[in-house]
């Protein structure tokens, strides 16, 4: 059985701990707060884009590399994104496993299946597995940025529309709440706008537009901005996930420490007061000898 030394130790340094959890759960309150933002005001934005590309397709019956969809998909890029850091939950094992999993049962059904790994715990993970990985970017919580989700966002379309892939899909935990994360996978290439227009019925406006530049002119710039947005909301959505999963994981890490501190310090209090006892026993039986 622990002394009262040992005891008292153990108390202190789950009270150190305590601390330095209560501190990473304020910091990932404040960074969701301002992540959550950020998203609340890009869904509507992205979708608005995304609305005025459909109406504008459909009316002029506008073909656009970005838009076609092949025949059927034997070449797919996946990019996964996922967290450089610990401490938020299963966060980071969702995505892995969920990867791990899709991976192993699809791999035959496909011609070409390459990944693109966001996030260091990701590319640790299967750095030892048969995905064939062909980028791997790090830092995306610290560097999270438009410019750079339009750069990775270049980079992409370059190899869709150059044929070297059929889709391109996004694996990410989608930001729900401060206490909720899900899982989702989404194809943004190749760009799917039948759910998003009203105009596929009529093939027009309510009224006759004259477009300039002209309306190819148009899909072709609303294209390229509409998926460097994507990108950038799917990057987003991840780290907001991220900032709340670890928020959580220290909330209850917190609640954890206070319990077994006060576990810590009954089994304490029980044996000092047994060791008092003992020595007024001891003191009495001496007395009583004399």
Not at 146 to 161: D, G, I, P, S
Not at 224 to 248: D, G, L, N, P
Request: proline fraction near 2%; hydrophobic fraction near 40%; glycine fraction near 2%.
């Amino acid at each position: 059985m622990a002394n009262l030394k040992d005891i008292r130790q153990r108390i202190s340094s789950v009270k150190n701990t305590q601390q330095i959890t209560r501190a990473m759960k304020m910091v990932s309150a404040a960074k969701l707060r301002r992540a959550q933002e950020n998203i609340q005001h890009m869904r509507p934005y992205a979708q608005s884009i995304l609305s005025v590309i459909a109406d504008v397709a459909a009316t002029h019956r506008i073909s656009h590399p970005l838009l076609s969809q092949s025949s059927e998909s034997k070449r797919i890029l996946l990019v996964v994104i996922n967290s450089d850091r610990g401490l938020c939950g299963a966060f980071n094992n969702s995505v892995n496993r969920y990867v791990e999993n899709w991976h192993n049962k699809n791999k035959g059904k496909y011609d070409q299946l390459d990944y693109i790994f966001i996030g260091k715990r990701v590319a640790d993970y299967f750095k030892r597995e048969d995905l064939n990985a062909v980028d791997v970017m790090l830092n995306l919580a610290k560097d999270i940025s438009y410019v750079k989700a339009a750069q990775v966002a270049e980079k992409l379309m370059k190899a869709y529309t150059g044929g070297q892939y059929d889709e391109i899909r996004f694996i990410y935990n989608e930001f729900k709440s401060a206490i909720s994360q899900n899982l989702v996978t989404e194809t943004l290439l190749p760009v799917d706008v039948s759910q998003s227009t009203f105009a596929e019925a009529e093939h027009q406006f309510a009224t006759d537009l004259i477009f300039e530049p002209q309306p190819e002119a148009i899909i072709d710039e609303l294209l390229h901005k509409h998926f460097a947005v994507q990108v950038y909301r799917c990057m987003s959505e991840s780290v907001a996930a991220e900032h709340a999963a670890r928020m959580t994981a220290m909330e209850n890490a917190t609640n954890n420490a206070k319990d077994m501190i006060s576990k810590l310090t009954l089994t304490y209090n029980k044996l000092r007061q047994a060791a008092i006892t003992t020595e007024l026993i001891e003191i009495t039986s001496g007395a009583e000898a004399l």
